[in-house]
């Protein structure tokens, strides 16, 4: 009989509760992972992708805050899974499970709360993802690791420069990649022992046993001075009292040949903006266009992007940008920017470094720099921004590196006040 291989034995589990509070108003109406990102995916797509094109097609997503866009994503997009070929995809929301429980306490007790749907999976082993980062990882290669080096625990790890890595939870290993302690966001971090510049950073990815894991849940259930969180509680108790190995992030990434590895926290403004306009460089570290590892979403039955108008100032057109279907480029010039699907934009217009979320329509004249705008705005006629921060500052949100984000609350606001 024919050994199965290791991803047909395993499921993921993805942690998408989160607020994501540093996201500000983009997070008002929607939990980080359900953000749009990348023209037409969510962020969560990522996750759920690489599990996919790893060959893994047991899923469970944790659920809690402001999740039905999630919940509605979810279930539009990644509807193909089908339960006679045991295939599962379930969304797991807080306060549905446990009798008295409500909101899940902590990252370990999301899972814990729900044992019996894992128990049910029949699998030998569970990956534990965060849903709301940006990279692409055959988590097979991980998978494989982790059997063979008879860990409780793998934990996938970024390489990066030790100065940077204060702002992670690092991982001090011995020669044979066995993690010896876990600091979270240390003042001195410890160095990799084949690299004395750079550190082994946590990426909240995390492969165990279901056995081992499923009784060690239980255990920290029982604890009650405990979080009931896998980075606080968890993986430190693993590497003091079992086995906890390292899993680097560079062996197992997909990425083009010479290229680096690519992975994004986009958990603020700031950095949702700059991984969006990263992506209209010449040759963008994330590749989107890879045919052999897909991010699967949600596809609206949208048709192709269409410019029009040829005239000076009022000319449709669009450089160095990505343009998703249904969008209409009416007589706008647009340059370094991403637009989502159904953006409508009008005559004399300008977009320059801008992101806009899905189902904007930007009127007459109006002049956008450096800007994020939510989806479903209306941008009115001639409004400027980009160009005096003072000004903006008045009615949007502009961060500390001057990229301004725009919602339909604060254009509301401002037009109340005019």
């Given at each position: 009989?024919?050994?199965?291989r290791?991803?047909?034995?395993?499921?993921?589990?993805?942690l998408?509760?989160?607020?994501?509070?540093?996201?500000?108003e983009?997070?008002?109406r929607?939990?980080?992972?359900?953000?749009p990102?990348?023209g037409k995916?969510?962020?969560i797509?990522f996750?759920l992708?690489?599990a996919?094109?790893?060959?893994i097609?047991?899923?469970?997503?944790a659920?809690?805050?402001?999740?039905?866009?999630?919940?509605?994503?979810?279930?539009?997009g990644?509807?193909?899974?089908?339960a006679?070929?045991?295939?599962?995809?379930d969304?797991l929301p807080?306060?549905?499970r446990g009798?008295?429980?409500?909101?899940?306490k902590?990252?370990?007790?999301?899972?814990t709360?729900?044992?019996?749907?894992?128990?049910?999976?029949?699998v030998d082993?569970v990956?534990?993802?965060a849903?709301?980062?940006i990279?692409k990882m055959d988590?097979?290669?991980?998978?494989?690791?982790?059997?063979e080096?008879?860990?409780?625990?793998?934990?996938?790890?970024?390489?990066?420069?030790?100065?940077?890595a204060?702002?992670?939870?690092?991982?001090a290993?011995?020669n044979?990649?066995?993690?010896?302690?876990?600091?979270?966001?240390?003042?001195?971090?410890?160095?990799m022992p084949?690299?004395?510049?750079m550190?082994?950073?946590?990426?909240?990815i995390y492969?165990?046993d279901?056995?081992?894991l499923?009784?060690?849940l239980?255990?920290d259930?029982?604890?009650?001075?405990?979080?009931?969180?896998?980075?606080?509680?968890l993986?430190?108790d693993?590497v003091?009292?079992?086995?906890?190995m390292?899993?680097?992030f560079?062996?197992?990434?997909?990425?083009?040949e010479?290229?680096?590895?690519?992975?994004?926290?986009?958990?603020?403004?700031?950095?949702?903006?700059?991984?969006?306009?990263?992506?209209?460089?010449?040759?963008?570290?994330?590749?989107?266009w890879d045919?052999?590892?897909?991010?699967?979403?949600?596809?609206?039955?949208?048709?192709?992007a269409?410019f029009?108008?040829d005239?000076?100032?009022?000319?449709?057109m669009?450089i160095s940008?990505?343009?998703?279907?249904g969008?209409?480029?009416?007589?706008?010039?647009?340059?370094?920017?991403?637009?989502?699907?159904?953006?409508?934009t009008?005559?004399?217009?300008?977009?320059?470094?801008?992101?806009?979320?899905?189902?904007?329509?930007?009127?007459?004249?109006?002049?956008?720099?450096?800007?994020?705008?939510d989806?479903?705005?209306?941008?009115?006629?001639?409004l400027?921004v980009?160009?005096?921060p003072?000004?903006?500052?008045?009615?949007?949100?502009v961060?500390?590196?001057?990229i301004?984000?725009?919602?339909?609350?604060?254009?509301n606001?401002?037009?109340a006040a005019l």
């Amino acid at each position: 009989m024919p050994t199965k291989r290791i991803t047909q034995r395993s499921m993921v589990f993805v942690l998408a509760g989160g607020r994501g509070s540093r996201l500000k108003e983009l997070t008002d109406r929607r939990v980080k992972p359900a953000v749009p990102f990348g023209g037409k995916a969510r962020i969560i797509d990522f996750a759920l992708s690489n599990a996919v094109n790893s060959g893994i097609r047991k899923m469970a997503i944790a659920t809690q805050y402001k999740a039905h866009s999630l919940i509605r994503h979810t279930q539009r997009g990644w509807n193909f899974f089908r339960a006679e070929r045991n295939e599962f995809l379930d969304v797991l929301p807080a306060s549905q499970r446990g009798g008295n429980e409500s909101w899940y306490k902590g990252t370990a007790d999301a899972v814990t709360q729900n044992i019996d749907i894992v128990d049910s999976y029949n699998v030998d082993y569970v990956i534990i993802l965060a849903g709301d980062h940006i990279y692409k990882m055959d988590y097979e290669i991980m998978l494989r690791q982790h059997v063979e080096s008879g860990a409780d625990v793998t934990v996938g790890c970024l390489t990066v420069p030790r100065q940077e890595a204060t702002a992670f939870g690092v991982m001090a290993t011995d020669n044979d990649g066995r993690i010896t302690s876990f600091l979270e966001k240390p003042a001195d971090p410890p160095a990799m022992p084949d690299n004395p510049d750079m550190a082994l950073a946590s990426m909240g990815i995390y492969v165990f046993d279901w056995k081992f894991l499923r009784d060690l849940l239980i255990k920290d259930a029982e604890d009650p001075n405990s979080s009931n969180d896998f980075g606080n509680d968890l993986i430190p108790d693993i590497v003091k009292n079992g086995k906890a190995m390292a899993h680097r992030f560079d062996e197992s990434c997909v990425r083009a040949e010479g290229a680096p590895a690519y992975w994004k926290d986009v958990g603020t403004v700031d950095a949702f903006w700059q991984a969006h306009i990263d992506l209209t460089n010449f040759t963008p570290e994330l590749d989107l266009w890879d045919k052999s590892w897909p991010i699967w979403t949600y596809n609206e039955s949208v048709p192709p992007a269409k410019f029009i108008h040829d005239e000076r100032d009022r000319r449709g057109m669009a450089i160095s940008s990505m343009v998703s279907g249904g969008c209409i480029i009416s007589g706008t010039e647009v340059r370094n920017s991403v637009l989502f699907t159904n953006v409508h934009t009008n005559s004399y217009a300008v977009l320059d470094h801008a992101v806009i979320l899905p189902d904007v329509v930007v009127h007459r004249s109006a002049r956008l720099r450096q800007v994020v705008v939510d989806g479903g705005v209306v941008i009115p006629e001639g409004l400027v921004v980009g160009e005096d921060p003072h000004e903006d500052a008045k009615w949007f949100r502009v961060t500390d590196r001057g990229i301004t984000l725009i919602t339909q609350d604060m254009l509301n606001k401002r037009a109340a006040a005019l």
